[in-house]
């Protein structure tokens, strides 16, 4: 199975440095391993602990299943989106958040690429038929935003489609808030070394090689590409009515509780408990694109 997976070294500049990256040796390289954490302005030398993980973990699951009855006996709708670049750790969260919730109210949905007659639709009206009825959580793993981010940077888009999308989108959702959604939006923000090491991991564990694709290989050249789009997306998308949320996710599980955190900390739900959802790391979790200057 590992050996279906396309083999291709890498020459790639990283901090001014040329370096060659063999994702089919089985040795991580030390400038990986010793730099992953740190990268992309990493503001902690250390990952949380698993046992104090845990026991927020649970803290925060049980408030999300008091916020699943309150959305049954009010009929109020949640919409979040997750996004970020390949490995940033967006399946991840999705499942934690959704763990212990009932899966026929709360849905994933994680679309693969459009058939013929959808590339024919309006671009929005496959991820619309599947918004939330009354009483549901919809997360979606990746969106619409696949036109500011992935299909540019490889070509599967038009420049006069992509530059269409962020003028009409803020438009777009600002109807979520005209309707009365609670609509969120995540990026989750990693370094450069830290993807590395994500895919060097997925392409030697056997039971995460199925996450490898030819695409996530092709994307480690186009790091600054993919950097150029985030920021341009951050900027001419992030509204009033639907800020992006920026998660620094180098620690999946700092990542993901402060996601949960302020997921919770937004929602009006009967008995809200103030001190079991604890306070957002602000070194983490920020608004905006000024989050990651």
């Not at 440095?17 to 740190?38: C, E, G, H, Q, S």
């Not at 003028?167 to 609509?183: A, C, L, Q, S, W």
């Not at 989750?188 to 997925?202: A, C, N, S, T, V």
């Not at 039971?207 to 695409?215: E, F, P, Q, V």
Request: proline residues 4%.
């Amino acid at each position: 199975m590992v050996e279906d997976v396309e083999s291709r070294a890498v020459e790639l500049e990283i901090s001014g440095n040329r370096r060659i990256f063999d994702i089919d040796d089985p040795k991580l390289p030390d400038w990986v391993k010793d730099n992953a954490l740190a990268s992309g302005g990493y503001p902690y030398d250390d990952k949380i602990d698993e046992d104090e993980y845990e026991k927020e973990l649970e803290k925060l699951q049980i408030e999300l299943v008091k916020v699943q009855f309150w959305l049954q006996a009010t009929g109020k709708r949640v919409v979040a989106v997750f996004e970020g670049r390949d490995a940033a750790g967006k399946g991840g969260t999705i499942t934690v958040t959704r763990a212990y919730m009932n899966p026929r109210s709360a849905r994933v949905v994680a679309l693969t690429k459009p058939t013929e007659t959808e590339q024919g639709q309006w671009y929005y009206q496959r991820y619309v038929s599947h918004f939330p009825t009354a009483g549901e959580f919809v997360l979606f793993d990746r969106s619409w935003y696949n036109r500011a981010g992935v299909e540019p940077v490889m070509g599967f888009c038009t420049d006069e489609q992509y530059v269409k999308f962020l003028k009409e989108t803020p438009r777009f959702e600002k109807i979520f808030k005209d309707k009365g959604y609670h609509f969120f939006k995540f990026w989750l923000d990693i370094g450069r070394e830290m993807q590395i090491e994500r895919f060097h991991d997925r392409r030697h564990d056997p039971l995460k090689i199925w996450k490898l694709s030819s695409m996530d290989i092709a994307a480690l050249k186009k790091w600054d590409d993919y950097t150029d789009k985030r920021d341009r997306m951050l900027k001419e998308t992030h509204t009033d009515h639907a800020p992006w949320v920026v998660v620094r996710s180098n620690d999946k599980r700092r990542a993901r509780l402060n996601a949960i955190r302020h997921l919770l900390k937004s929602l009006n739900y009967d008995g809200k408990d103030k001190k079991a959802i604890g306070a957002i790391d602000d070194k983490i979790l920020g608004l905006g694109p000024k989050f990651l200057k």
